[in-house]
């Protein structure tokens, strides 16, 4: 368990990372969160704050197809299935929200994924 001090440092990185981004209906804002197991990301508008599309490795979609592959190839595959769902919306265009997260990893893995599947930062 992390320690309160922990804690308190994710929570500031994580506001001043989303501090800088806002989502619209036409730019929705990728949100992404990992744990050490899953990776979830879902497009939120945050001017009516709702959400727009959402993928994890716990979708159906995507867990017939991670089984027995590493985290990295699991996460590309949710970026797929993100890019896939928004353009079945219409939508192209994204802002990038790591979160607390680097970029590095499984985070650039999906977005690398979803840029390659036509979706553009």
């Not at 804690?7 to 949100?31: C, D, F, M, N, Y």
């Not at 017939?64 to 970026?79: C, L, M, P, Q, S």
Request: net charge positive.
């Amino acid at each position: 368990m992390a320690s309160k001090k922990t804690l308190k440092i994710r929570e500031k990185r994580e506001k001043r990372t989303r501090a800088k981004l806002t989502g619209t209906q036409e730019r929705p804002r990728l949100s992404v969160f990992r744990t050490d197991k899953h990776i979830y990301v879902q497009a939120i508008n945050d001017t009516t704050a709702s959400t727009l599309a959402t993928a994890s490795t716990l979708c159906k979609d995507v867990a017939t197809k991670i089984k027995a592959k590493k985290k990295v190839d699991v996460a590309r595959e949710v970026g797929k299935l993100i890019a896939e769902r928004l353009k079945a919306k219409g939508i192209d265009k994204v802002v990038f929200d790591r979160g607390r997260f680097l970029y590095h990893g499984r985070v650039k893995a999906l977005a690398e994924a979803a840029r390659e599947s036509g979706l553009k930062f």
